[in-house]
């Protein structure tokens, strides 16, 4: 006879919700999205690029450029 151990069976990941309409996944990083009141579309344009920014910059340099490039200075 074996003596086997039923292991037990992996919780499934939690579920994010957000509003109808809202970004789930803005809801699951931030707890907020463009959508919800009082916040704006920059504002969640500004957290992404921030959070990506910290996870994969390991430089100094600018987000932007520090000049406007040639093709922007002709008009």
Do not use: I
């Amino acid at each position: 006879m074996c003596d086997t151990e039923e292991q037990p069976k992996p919780s499934p990941p939690p579920l994010h919700t957000a509003p109808p309409g809202h970004s789930r996944a803005g809801h699951r990083v931030f707890g907020w999205c463009s959508r919800c009141t009082g916040r704006e579309v920059w504002e969640e344009l500004l957290a992404w690029r921030t959070r990506q920014n910290q996870a994969d910059d390991r430089s100094e340099a600018p987000d932007r450029a520090t000049a406007p490039s040639k093709e922007a200075a002709r008009g």
